[in-house]
């Protein structure tokens, strides 16, 4: 069984990977502020430092 809050946490968990800037998402979601919504679901992309680095290794590249 799906409950909604189950849907919830999805579309801002695939939003966020995506990367739809939090303050977007946490819009969408009502939440108070940013730092809300990255306290609760930045967690859940242990990767993006990752990303963030070689990203940025490529823009001093190019």
Same mark, same amino acid.
């Given at each position: 069984?799906?409950? #909604?809050?189950? %849907?919830?946490? /999805?579309?801002? *968990?695939? @939003? @966020?990977?995506?990367? $739809? &800037?939090?303050? $977007? $998402?946490?819009?969408?979601?009502?939440?108070?502020?940013? *730092? #809300? /919504? #990255? *306290? $609760?679901?930045?967690?859940?992309? &242990?990767?993006?430092?990752?990303?963030?680095?070689?990203?940025?290794?490529? %823009?001093?590249?190019?």
């Amino acid at each position: 069984m799906i409950r #909604l809050h189950d %849907l919830r946490h /999805t579309h801002a *968990t695939l @939003l @966020l990977a995506d990367g $739809v &800037p939090v303050k $977007v $998402v946490s819009e969408r979601l009502g939440h108070a502020s940013a *730092t #809300l /919504t #990255l *306290t $609760v679901y930045q967690h859940v992309h &242990p990767g993006m430092g990752r990303e963030a680095a070689d990203r940025f290794a490529a %823009l001093l590249e190019g």
